[in-house]
């Protein structure tokens, strides 16, 4: 019986290998993080505005958050912006709010072709496509979502993970998403394509739900016990969609759209590190240009971060030229589309190979 007793003993323990090695991995890369301090931030020539894209609430279904919930998170992860997306439904649940420290604005998604949804606004200005099917797409989209984090936490929801989950919860939970981030390469891909033949700009897609755990509530709705895989404050805090303002511009839905549309935006995984400071810019003449605007060839293209990384200029789709440390500049001598995917040097191993910034591109004319 003891035997017995010992072998079980053993087999248990080897089975918890696995998630002691996660948590070690997880420790590795919480020491790196911290290693991530901006000796001095630089200046940028234009406002940066911290927010997201793609949040749902009970109103649209799928979720028991609500709008209080919601901005609370945003104002704790220092957004300025939220665009909040709900899938439509009658009689609307909530009605819309205010905040004088948020710009809040109101759209939402729609069931397009066989696999895919099209955010949109009230006047349909700005349509961001979600799903992968480009080529049967029958609505013109002028954004396209280069990552989605709930799909990708969906496509993690294992019992593995949920017991890697339990594990983080102890010492890493504010890490644990890093456990099941992946990359799509073929989304870059397709965007890449498409800014050959037009404009479209690079987002990514929160999809925040806080909808991926266990609750338990009474029947009028109070809480009695919550475990959440994707509370929206750590939706908010993992991947972000800053844009780019003059320093003039008021700050406001309306500009906030504006620059979207633009192109005048990138994408930052803000729980890597914060991107204050991170800036791709052209300088044509006098003038400065943010990401999405055409400038002529022989314009000076600057690239800038906090801390050193490595940059990779992207020209119509191929790796161009690659940089590493805080800033650099070059001409543009030649035609295309040029973007920047920025990774930091020397990283563990849940960050190998995934980006920290994603810039939208400039158009070299």
Do not use: C
Not at 326 to 349: I, K, M, N, W
Request: glycine share 6%.
């Amino acid at each position: 019986m003891i035997k017995i007793l010992r072998y079980l003993l053993g087999i248990l323990i080897l089975l918890q290998l696995p998630f002691l090695y996660n948590l070690y991995q997880s420790h590795r890369l919480s020491r790196y993080l911290t290693s991530l301090t901006p000796q001095q931030v630089p200046a940028t020539p234009f406002l940066d505005l911290r927010g997201t894209i793609h949040v749902h609430s009970a109103a649209g279904g799928h979720s028991l958050g609500t709008y209080p919930e919601i901005i609370q998170a945003a104002k704790e992860a220092g957004y300025h912006y939220l665009f909040l997306t709900e899938h439509v439904r009658e009689p609307s649940l909530f009605q819309q709010i205010k905040d004088p420290d948020l710009v809040l604005i109101y759209g939402s998604e729609e069931n397009v072709g066989q696999e895919g949804t099209v955010l949109t606004t009230r006047d349909s200005d700005l349509n961001i496509y979600t799903g992968s099917d480009l080529e049967s797409l029958p609505v013109r989209f002028n954004g396209f979502e280069v990552y989605n984090m709930h799909e990708n936490a969906l496509s993690k929801n294992t019992p593995y993970n949920w017991v890697n989950f339990l594990y983080h919860r102890v010492l890493y939970s504010h890490l644990f998403f890093f456990q099941l981030w992946e990359m799509n390469p073929d989304r870059l891909l397709q965007w890449d394509r498409f800014l050959l033949i037009r404009k479209v700009t690079g987002t990514a897609g929160n999809d925040a739900h806080q909808n991926i755990g266990i609750v338990l509530q009474t029947t009028s709705g109070q809480k009695i016990f919550s475990l959440m895989l994707d509370p929206y404050l750590s939706s908010f805090e993992f991947v972000t969609n800053h844009v780019l303002l003059p320093p003039e511009r008021e700050i406001s839905g309306e500009a906030i759209l504006e620059a979207l549309k633009a192109g005048s935006s990138y994408i930052s995984f803000e729980k890597i590190a914060d991107p204050t400071g991170f800036s791709f810019h052209a300088r044509e003449g006098d003038q400065f240009r943010p990401m999405g605007a055409q400038v002529a060839r022989g314009s000076e293209l600057v690239l800038q971060s906090p801390v050193p990384v490595r940059f990779f200029l992207k020209r119509s789709g191929d790796t161009f030229q690659e940089f590493e440390g805080t800033r650099f500049s070059l001409r543009a001598d030649e035609p295309g589309v040029y973007r920047v995917e920025v990774y930091l040097l020397d990283p563990p191993r849940l960050l190998r190979d995934k980006p920290w910034i994603l810039s939208n591109p400039i158009f070299v004319q």
